[in-house]
């Protein structure tokens, strides 16, 4: 049976031992290495080629964020699933900018963390509820003070359904094939969407979408 | 806007002065009255001299004056009597003898008592010629007309006319004795109007010195004054720039020591908390999920853990933002930003354009601090309902601003510890901060950070 091959990357031991104890419950999972700081993960994830790398977001020398920035360009099949203490979007924002495909608060990451990696294996991104609930808040709050309106009822049900496929990590040909759109056309969606949203890039329109809880 | 001013130093200086002023010139003020007054109670006082002089001139002079024409006019009527052939004039002459008689003794007697000795000698001639004259008329007015005829001629040549021209003689001596009055009424009125002149001058050399004096003595004083008050501005001045030091160091060594226990929070108590939660999980997990007591328990024991974790992070957080450390500087500003907005009423917008993260690590904690402070205050003090930061960056320097629509205040006179303490962290990096607010328009806070190359290129 071919096992996810996981790496471990937090400053804090006593963390790093729970979190191998939960992947190493699951038949299908192992952790094939630990890393006690950003640079060490990095050259962790260079030498042992893993999967999934799991890994806090404050660690010293190297954060979680340029770490994963840097792994993903070395090794660009290797998921990243980010830990972090905050909910807050700023936070959010930049793991998936730095090509994260999973963020979950470290309270919650004894039990959504082996549904993460699972995901993150097959491709899908993962949010912990929690932190959908409060970008989601934080979103309707701002919408309610500014009196705006909801840009997301501005979008078509095309445009709706190509915004969740992009958001779930699909490319533009993919797309193309599950809707029998052309990629063109696809292209001309996704660039209306943005425009729609005012969205800049794929890790804000990811946001988006977590945000109106089109994914998880 | 405005450097934090020197604003209590007022109070004793500006009444001294007032007061000093207030002598001066007062003091210059009430000798002038006092030299006027006097001139003028001076020029009544002469002029009251020169009445009483006169008048005591004219009560010796003039008595005398018509005592010689009166007994001339005496001497007249004898002679007209001697001379008069006209019987029925007889009787109304005699008449007219008492009557002149009469008039020449009250002048006498109410001639003034103090009399000079020249002025006496001529009196008593005069009375002499009047006395004469009377004891000459005496046996006339008993004569007959014919035996009056007879001796008139005599009489006339030996007594009458001889007399007459001593009168003149004497009234030529009074007229004489007159002049000389008068120079010598003119001399003492001189004499006296000198005496007062006299005094005047000196009252007003007297008015003038003190004057000077008082003057001198106010501008030495005045000039101590102003000596003192260049002591105090720098001692001031002097103890202000310790208490800067002071300050920058409380700021520096409270950051350090913030720093430390939120390391301290974050490695020590948060991992091991983190790790409880872990086991707690696996604890969960191992219970048969029929055991529903046990995992009540288990579930109460998580709870209190996570409630415990959140809030050593919110804790940790607030004594070392680690945002600064794992976003940086405007991911930091916008959490917090975004942090307040959900706590409070108000909406925060953050905004920013060409901020380099290669800023000094003090800078980007004091425009945190600054941010955070300006935040809070005025989500806590201004119910407004909007606030936005911006923060740029240009050639040389960082322009931070906070803005919000909240109901503002007196930056002159509301000056909490909280201004204060963004002031000096933003003055201690050589920077300029500014409040512009006013009751009832909304709160401008601004801080200008110069920024070296050497400031660039660091960290």
């Given at each position: 049976m071919?096992?996810?091959?996981?790496?471990?990357?937090?400053?804090h031991?006593?963390?790093?031992?729970?979190l191998?104890?939960v992947?190493?419950?699951?038949?299908?999972?192992?952790?094939?290495?630990?890393?006690?700081?950003?640079?060490?993960?990095?050259?962790?994830?260079?030498?042992?080629?893993?999967?999934v790398?799991?890994?806090?977001i404050?660690?010293?020398?190297?954060?979680?964020?340029?770490?994963?920035?840097?792994?993903?360009?070395i090794?660009p099949?290797a998921?990243?699933?980010?830990?972090?203490?905050?909910?807050?979007?700023?936070?959010?924002l930049?793991?998936?900018?730095?090509?994260?495909r999973?963020?979950?608060l470290?309270?919650?990451?004894?039990?959504?963390?082996?549904?993460?990696?699972?995901?993150?294996?097959?491709?899908?991104?993962?949010?912990?509820?929690?932190v959908?609930?409060?970008?989601l808040?934080?979103?309707?709050?701002?919408?309610?003070?500014?009196?705006?309106?909801?840009?997301?009822?501005?979008?078509s049900?095309?445009?709706?359904?190509?915004?969740?496929?992009?958001?779930e990590?699909?490319?533009?040909?993919?797309?193309?094939s599950?809707?029998?759109?052309?990629?063109?056309?696809?292209?001309?969606?996704r660039?209306?969407?943005?425009?729609?949203?005012?969205?800049?890039?794929v890790?804000e329109?990811?946001l988006?979408?977590?945000?109106?809880?089109?994914?998880? | 806007?405005?450097?934090?001013?020197l604003?209590?130093?007022g109070?004793?200086?500006?009444?001294?002065l007032?007061?000093?002023?207030?002598?001066?010139?007062?003091?210059?003020?009430?000798l002038?009255?006092?030299a006027?007054?006097?001139?003028?109670?001076?020029?009544?006082?002469?002029?009251?001299?020169?009445?009483?002089?006169?008048?005591a001139?004219?009560?010796?002079?003039?008595?005398?004056?018509?005592?010689?024409s009166?007994?001339y006019?005496?001497?007249?009527?004898?002679?007209?009597?001697?001379?008069?052939q006209?019987p029925?004039?007889?009787?109304?002459?005699a008449?007219?003898?008492?009557?002149l008689?009469?008039?020449?003794?009250?002048?006498?007697?109410?001639?003034?008592?103090?009399?000079?000795p020249?002025?006496?000698g001529?009196?008593?001639?005069?009375?002499?010629?009047?006395?004469?004259?009377?004891?000459m008329?005496?046996?006339?007015?008993?004569w007959?007309?014919?035996?009056?005829?007879?001796?008139a001629?005599?009489?006339?040549?030996?007594?009458?006319?001889p007399?007459?021209?001593?009168?003149?003689?004497?009234?030529?001596?009074?007229?004489?004795?007159?002049?000389?009055?008068?120079?010598?009424?003119d001399?003492?009125?001189?004499?006296?109007f000198?005496?007062?002149?006299?005094?005047?001058?000196?009252?007003l050399g007297?008015?003038?010195?003190?004057?000077?004096?008082?003057?001198?003595?106010?501008?030495l004083?005045?000039?101590?004054?102003?000596?003192?008050?260049?002591?105090?501005?720098?001692?001031?001045?002097?103890?202000?720039?310790?208490?800067?030091?002071?300050?920058?160091?409380?700021?520096?060594?409270?950051?350090?020591?913030?720093?430390?226990?939120?390391?301290e929070?974050?490695?020590?108590?948060?991992?091991?908390?983190?790790?409880?939660?872990?086991?707690?999980?696996?604890l969960?997990a191992?219970?048969?999920?029929?055991?529903?007591?046990?995992?009540?328990?288990?579930?109460?024991?998580?709870?209190?853990?996570e409630?415990t974790?959140?809030?050593?992070?919110?804790?940790?957080?607030l004594?070392?933002?680690?945002?600064?450390?794992?976003?940086?500087?405007?991911?930091?500003l916008?959490?917090?930003?975004r942090?307040?907005?959900?706590?409070?009423?108000?909406?925060?917008?953050?905004q920013?354009?060409?901020?380099?993260?290669?800023?000094?690590?003090?800078?980007?904690?004091?425009?945190?601090?600054?941010?955070q402070?300006?935040?809070?205050?005025?989500?806590?003090?201004?119910?407004?309902?909007?606030?936005?930061?911006?923060?740029?960056?240009?050639?040389?320097?960082i322009?931070?601003?906070?803005?919000?629509d909240?109901?503002?205040?007196?930056?002159?006179?509301?000056?909490?510890?909280?201004?204060?303490?963004?002031?000096?962290?933003?003055?201690?990096?050589?920077?300029?901060?500014?409040?512009?607010?006013?009751?009832?328009?909304?709160?401008?806070l601004k801080?200008?950070f110069?920024?070296?190359?050497?400031?660039?290129?660091?960290s």
């Amino acid at each position: 049976m071919n096992s996810i091959r996981v790496l471990l990357a937090d400053d804090h031991k006593l963390i790093r031992a729970g979190l191998r104890l939960v992947v190493d419950q699951q038949p299908d999972l192992s952790v094939v290495g630990e890393a006690d700081d950003g640079r060490q993960a990095v050259e962790l994830a260079k030498s042992l080629n893993p999967d999934v790398v799991v890994m806090d977001i404050g660690m010293p020398n190297l954060n979680g964020i340029e770490a994963a920035r840097q792994i993903r360009q070395i090794r660009p099949d290797a998921a990243v699933v980010m830990l972090s203490m905050h909910s807050d979007e700023g936070y959010v924002l930049r793991a998936l900018g730095a090509g994260a495909r999973a963020y979950l608060l470290k309270d919650s990451a004894t039990t959504d963390l082996v549904q993460a990696i699972h995901a993150v294996v097959e491709g899908k991104s993962f949010f912990s509820p929690a932190v959908s609930k409060v970008l989601l808040q934080d979103y309707m709050r701002k919408l309610r003070r500014s009196g705006a309106e909801d840009s997301y009822d501005l979008l078509s049900p095309r445009e709706r359904e190509v915004l969740q496929l992009v958001a779930e990590g699909k490319s533009n040909k993919e797309v193309a094939s599950l809707l029998n759109l052309s990629v063109y056309t696809v292209e001309t969606h996704r660039a209306k969407i943005m425009q729609k949203l005012n969205l800049k890039g794929v890790p804000e329109l990811i946001l988006y979408a977590v945000r109106k809880g089109i994914i998880s | 806007m405005r450097e934090h001013g020197l604003t209590s130093e007022g109070g004793w200086p500006s009444r001294k002065l007032r007061l000093t002023l207030l002598i001066s010139f007062g003091g210059l003020l009430a000798l002038m009255v006092i030299a006027g007054l006097d001139a003028l109670r001076l020029a009544r006082q002469l002029h009251t001299q020169e009445e009483e002089i006169r008048q005591a001139f004219l009560a010796h002079t003039q008595p005398l004056l018509v005592l010689s024409s009166s007994i001339y006019v005496y001497n007249d009527r004898i002679q007209e009597y001697l001379m008069s052939q006209d019987p029925q004039a007889d009787g109304l002459t005699a008449e007219e003898f008492s009557r002149l008689t009469a008039e020449i003794n009250s002048t006498l007697k109410t001639y003034p008592e103090n009399r000079q000795p020249e002025e006496r000698g001529l009196l008593e001639s005069l009375q002499q010629l009047f006395t004469e004259q009377q004891g000459m008329l005496n046996p006339v007015l008993s004569w007959s007309r014919e035996e009056r005829h007879k001796q008139a001629l005599r009489l006339l040549n030996e007594e009458v006319l001889p007399q007459r021209s001593r009168i003149h003689e004497t009234s030529e001596k009074i007229a004489l004795w007159n002049s000389q009055q008068l120079g010598a009424t003119d001399r003492e009125m001189f004499a006296s109007f000198a005496s007062l002149q006299a005094r005047q001058t000196r009252l007003l050399g007297i008015a003038l010195t003190a004057g000077l004096v008082l003057s001198l003595a106010s501008i030495l004083y005045l000039l101590r004054l102003g000596e003192e008050a260049q002591l105090r501005y720098q001692e001031l001045a002097r103890s202000r720039t310790e208490l800067e030091a002071l300050s920058a160091q409380l700021v520096d060594a409270q950051e350090t020591e913030r720093r430390s226990i939120s390391r301290e929070l974050h490695d020590e108590v948060g991992q091991s908390l983190g790790a409880l939660l872990v086991e707690v999980g696996r604890l969960a997990a191992s219970v048969p999920s029929d055991n529903v007591k046990i995992k009540e328990h288990i579930d109460k024991i998580k709870s209190v853990a996570e409630t415990t974790v959140q809030t050593v992070r919110n804790i940790a957080l607030l004594l070392r933002p680690s945002m600064l450390d794992d976003l940086g500087l405007i991911a930091a500003l916008e959490w917090q930003g975004r942090e307040v907005s959900r706590r409070s009423e108000m909406e925060v917008e953050v905004q920013s354009a060409d901020v380099s993260e290669k800023i000094p690590d003090e800078y980007k904690i004091c425009i945190y601090r600054l941010v955070q402070e300006a935040l809070n205050n005025a989500a806590r003090h201004s119910s407004a309902k909007n606030a936005r930061v911006t923060v740029e960056q240009t050639a040389g320097k960082i322009l931070v601003c906070v803005f919000d629509d909240g109901r503002g205040f007196d930056p002159q006179r509301v000056r909490g510890l909280g201004i204060l303490g963004m002031e000096e962290r933003v003055r201690r990096l050589g920077g300029l901060f500014t409040i512009d607010s006013k009751p009832g328009s909304g709160t401008m806070l601004k801080a200008e950070f110069p920024l070296s190359p050497f400031n660039q290129e660091r960290s």
